[in-house]
């Protein structure tokens, strides 16, 4: 999704095609979303396979990962609100609790990797990889805090072209639900990896 080419209509909480006048798909939105998550996804994968292969030293691992997470997660963030231009104080406060969060959980995976309790094998790939995927998370807590500031006060999920997990099928069964009822993106049996979304109104 190129700057130049949408804008953002905060009345309606969607993007606009420059071009056309018309709205965005929410599936394009998403589908950007997604496709910069999983670039970034690899580039962790990759970092974490010189750990793996002691070519660089844990606390390398560790400054690399935070130098990787710290700008996704506010990017993705800052997608959910309309572009860095409609970003506040209270906003970007907002993306660092998230931050916090992640930042916990990371100095907990280092921990494991240093007691040997995660293992320099393909499941440090896969579990470092889940901090990226994460990032839809952020994303989506971010479209929340402004459809709720906008006023919506109903929320419904919407499933996405992916295997879905059985929570993700049953919060998508509800339909419309009030705002905060249904199970967040990323906090259910699919954890990070969940392709769903949310619509408000």
């Known amino acids: 999704m190129s700057q130049f080419a949408y804008n953002y209509n905060p009345r309606a909480r969607r993007y606009v095609d420059l071009k056309t006048g018309r709205f965005v798909p929410e599936r394009i939105v998403r589908q950007a979303v997604d496709a910069v998550i999983d670039k970034e996804t690899q580039r962790v994968r990759d970092l974490s396979q010189q750990l793996v292969d002691r070519t660089i030293s844990l606390a390398q691992w560790q400054v690399g990962m935070l130098s990787i997470l710290k700008p996704l997660h506010v990017a993705m963030a800052m997608i959910g609100n309309g572009g860095a231009k409609n970003m506040s104080p209270a906003d970007y406060g907002f993306v660092g609790n998230l931050l916090k969060e992640q930042y916990l959980f990371l100095r907990g995976f280092v921990k494991d990797i240093k007691t040997g309790k995660q293992a320099l ?49 049953q919060e998508a069964r509800k339909g419309w639900q009030p705002i905060g009822s249904l199970i967040p993106i990323g906090q259910r049996q699919c954890k990070s990896h969940c392709r769903c979304t949310m619509q408000y109104k």
């Open 121 to 169: 094998d393909g499941t440090l790939l896969a579990r470092s990889a889940l901090y990226t995927q994460a990032a839809r998370g952020s994303h989506e807590a971010m479209r929340e805090r402004v459809a709720r500031i906008g006023g919506a006060r109903l929320q419904r999920s919407i499933l996405g072209i992916a295997d879905h997990c059985t929570g993700c099928l």
